[in-house]
């Protein structure tokens, strides 16, 4: 069964302080894995599409990266406004995407 | 330019009684789909309409849902004789390109 899994469930980080985020999926025949990020009362905005291993994308502060298992979100010198929480998500065929839990991200002044 | 909008964005109705939960799609794109966010759970695919084709409504939970999308653009999600669980977020997105998906702020239902 597809599966996509996100840890951490949480991460808070202090202004300046880079980590990543990270999304394992299990999926047969891999057509792409895409992020987003969901702030609070709002539907998710659309960040990033990755294609084949080794791939990467960049949109300020953020990088994406895609493995063969997995794809890292890369945060670096977060600022308080990229507080949310961020979604990743692989498509099952038919317009579906199946989301991971999200993690979601504080980053305190 | 404008973006997905939904209507209405929040809803309080009585178990029972039947819901009309409204999209519209970014204009010129040719997707459209719709989805369920629970508290504490992940987004949910319900549905899935591509241009002419018949939809794809694997995703939608029982027979008391259904979705309909009117001259290729508007489309209305029903839920009929409501339950408290059908609570949620009920979330609608549009695209060109399959997949690359844009949201809607969601309409927040509320099964009393």
């Known amino acids: 069964e597809d599966q996509v899994t996100q840890s951490p469930e949480a991460l808070r980080l202090q202004e300046g302080e880079s980590s990543s985020l990270n999304c394992s999926y299990t999926?047969?025949?891999?057509?792409?894995l895409f992020w987003y990020r969901q702030d609070p009362g709002k539907g998710p905005e659309f960040l990033f599409t990755?294609?084949?291993a080794g791939e990467e994308k960049e949109k300020e502060r953020l990088k994406a990266t895609l493995t063969k298992k997995e794809s890292f979100l890369h945060i670096t010198a977060p600022k308080p406004e990229d507080s949310a929480t961020y979604l990743c998500?692989?498509?099952?065929?038919?317009?579906?995407?199946?989301f991971g839990q999200g993690t979601e991200l504080s980053v305190k002044p | 330019g404008a973006g997905v909008s939904q209507s209405p964005s929040n809803k309080v109705t009585e178990k029972g009684k039947d819901v009309e939960l409204r999209c519209d799609p970014i204009?010129?794109?040719?997707?459209l789909y719709w989805y369920r966010q629970s508290l504490g759970q992940g987004l949910e695919f319900l549905i899935y309409?591509?241009?002419?084709?018949?939809?794809?409504k694997s995703g939608l939970p029982s027979d008391r849902f259904s979705a309909e999308r009117t001259g290729g653009s508007v489309s209305t999600l029903t839920i009929q004789r409501t339950q408290q669980e059908d609570s949620a977020v009920y979330l609608c997105?549009?695209?060109?390109?399959?997949?690359?998906?844009?949201f809607g702020p969601g309409t927040r239902l509320t099964v009393t």
């Open positions: 204009s010129g794109h040719t997707a």
């Open positions: 309409f591509q241009g002419n084709s018949a939809p794809d």
């Open positions: 990755l294609y084949s």
């Open positions: 997105a549009s695209s060109l390109v399959v997949y690359e998906q844009y």
């Open positions: 999926v047969s025949g891999l057509r792409g």
């Open positions: 998500a692989v498509p099952r065929g038919g317009g579906k995407l199946i």
